[in-house]
C-alpha cells in the first residue's frame, strides 16, 4: 500500500504543533483529519489549504476531549468520514498553572480529562480500524512529564500518565498496532506570557540553546507513523538536549 492510501487523524491540529504535524503527515501522501475544539477557522483554512495542493484529501472535524461525549463524537466523525485509520496522533492538550494548594477539582478533571482519559478512549474507540490497517498511535508528551515544572502539578501528572499509557498500550497492542511518543522541550513558547528571564532561563538549560520548530516534532512523528515499523514503545524527545540539564 502507498502512503497516499492511509489516513492520518491529528487531534488538536487546528493551530501550532498540531497544525504542524498534519501538513508534514499531508506531504507524505496521508488524507488527514483535522480536529479542532475551538480553533474553527484555524482548521477551516487549515484543511482548505491541504485539499488546494491535492483535492479531498483534508477534512476539519470538532470535538471537545475533555468530554465523554466529545471523544464519541469524533469517533463517529472517523467514522463517517473515512472507512481506515493508519495513524492517530493524540496531540490536544490543555496547559495552564495549577499550584498546590489552589488548584480547584474542575482545574483537575479538565487538564487530566483532556491530556489523558481523551487520549485513552480515542484510542480504544479507533481500535479497530487500527487493528485493521496495522496503523500507529503516536502521542505528544512534553518533557515535563518525567521532569516536573513548579506551579503545574496536575498538567506534570496528565502527561506522565500518558507517557505510561504510551508503554502500556505498545506492550497489549503489538503486533497489530504500533504506539509511541514524541516528548517536545521549548518549541514554542507557551500561550500564557512568560518573562524574558523565565524564556532566558529555559534556554540557558537547552544544550543546543534555542527554541525548535514545530517542524522539529512534526518530522519525529512522520518518523515514527510511518518509518519506523519495528519500533514501538519508545518516547522520542525532541527538546534540543533540555531533558539533559533539567
Not at 471523544?71 to 463517517?80: D, M, S, T, Y
Request: charged fraction near 15%.
Amino acid at each position: 500500500m502507498s502512503i497516499g492510501d492511509k489516513t492520518a487523524l491529528v487531534t488538536g491540529a487546528g493551530a501550532r504543533i498540531g497544525a504542524a504535524i498534519a501538513t508534514a503527515l499531508h506531504q507524505r501522501g496521508c488524507h488527514v483529519l483535522v480536529h479542532y475544539n475551538s480553533n474553527q477557522q484555524e482548521a477551516s483554512d487549515l484543511a482548505a489549504s491541504l485539499n488546494a495542493s491535492r483535492r479531498d484529501s483534508a477534512t476539519a472535524v470538532c470535538a471537545d476531549l475533555s468530554l465523554g461525549h466529545g471523544v464519541e463524537q469524533l469517533i463517529q466523525a472517523c467514522r463517517k468520514h473515512t472507512s481506515r485509520l493508519d495513524v492517530l496522533v493524540n496531540n490536544a492538550s490543555r496547559f495552564y498553572p495549577t499550584a498546590l494548594g489552589e488548584t480547584l477539582p474542575y482545574q483537575w478533571d479538565d487538564l487530566i480529562n483532556s491530556n489523558l482519559r481523551g487520549p485513552y478512549f480515542l484510542s480504544q474507540g479507533l481500535l479497530q480500524p487500527l487493528r485493521a490497517a496495522g496503523g500507529s498511535i503516536v502521542n505528544i508528551l512534553d518533557v515535563h512529564a518525567q521532569r516536573p515544572m513548579s506551579g503545574h502539578a496536575a498538567y506534570c501528572i496528565s502527561k506522565a500518565g500518558l507517557a505510561m499509557m504510551t508503554l502500556a498500550l505498545a506492550r497489549e497492542l503489538g503486533p497489530d498496532i504500533r504506539v509511541n511518543a514524541v516528548a517536545p522541550g521549548a518549541i514554542l513558547w507557551p500561550e500564557s506570557e512568560l518573562t524574558e528571564l523565565a524564556k532566558t532561563a529555559i534556554l540557558e538549560r537547552t544544550a543546543l540553546g534555542r527554541l525548535g520548530d514545530p517542524a522539529d516534532v512534526a518530522s519525529a512523528v512522520v518518523y515514527l507513523a510511518l518509518d519506523a515499523p519495528y519500533v514501538t514503545g519508545q518516547i522520542l524527545a525532541v527538546d534540543g538536549g533540555r531533558s539533559l540539564n533539567m
